[in-house]
């Protein structure tokens, strides 16, 4: 089966950073996502990690600790627009769909 | 320039009146899925196409049939909307490359 768990929300500054964590238990793994989801919109690709490590874009970087089944999300000077829920899925080896988290609604205050 | 289409965005319709949502993509990938999201929810997998190869996922109720004409398009009807159906439904696209999905903008159904 699949478990994926990720904090229901966070709440930060305007110019702060903010860490999402996810922790995954999976049948196989084949390469982590992060999905940005403004309300009442669909999710837009961020990141991926398939080896461990971190992968830097701009203000969001991600890390992947497989053997830990750990990935977080670093959203470094963050601005008003960057409130949003962000969505951790993992792929799945055996069958290559996602299973997604439920989200965090990341809200950033003036 | 939109890449995955879906049409309508909000969709009202009453209590068991079939209901039709559509989803097309300009990107010419082999899979196309669709997704149930329910509010606070992660995006729960209904099917998908590998091509015209349909998978349905063993939880997806009957009630929920897919059709896939051809690359661009592909179809979710839904035979009786119960009012737990109401929902945001997502379709996405992938290359089939392991790559990343690409997610249309939804449609918003409400059921009357």
């Known amino acids: 089966g699949q478990n994926i768990d990720q904090p229901t929300e966070m709440t930060a500054t305007e110019g702060a950073i903010v860490q999402i964590n996810c922790t995954y238990q999976t049948s196989g793994f084949n390469g982590l996502f992060w999905y940005q989801q403004h309300a009442g919109e669909a999710p837009t690709f961020l990141s991926y990690n398939v080896l461990d490590g971190l992968e830097e874009k701009g203000r969001f970087s991600s890390f992947l600790s497989r053997s830990k089944g750990y990935s977080y999300l670093l959203l470094k000077e963050l601005q008003m627009k960057d409130s949003a829920s962000y969505l951790c899925?993992?792929?799945?080896?055996?069958?290559?769909?996602?299973?997604f988290g439920a989200g965090t609604t990341v809200t950033v205050r003036a | 320039d939109a890449m995955v289409i879906q049409n309508p965005r909000y969709q009202v319709t009453q209590f068991g009146k079939p209901v039709t949502l559509s989803c097309s993509q300009t990107l010419n990938h082999n899979v196309m899925y669709w997704y149930q999201q329910k509010s606070s929810q992660a995006p729960k997998l209904l099917f998908h196409?590998?091509?015209?190869?349909?998978?349905n996922e063993a939880d997806t109720p009957d009630n929920f049939q897919s059709r896939r004409p051809n690359t661009s398009f592909c179809f979710l009807d839904i035979r009786s909307p119960g009012l737990g159906d109401a929902a945001m439904y997502l379709c996405?696209?992938?290359?089939?490359?392991?790559?990343?999905?690409?997610f249309g903008p939804g449609t918003r159904l409400l059921v009357l």
């Open positions: 996405a696209t992938e290359t089939g490359t392991q790559e990343t999905q690409y």
């Open positions: 899925a993992v792929r799945r080896s055996n069958d290559y769909k996602l299973s």
């Open positions: 196409y590998y091509d015209k190869d349909f998978n």
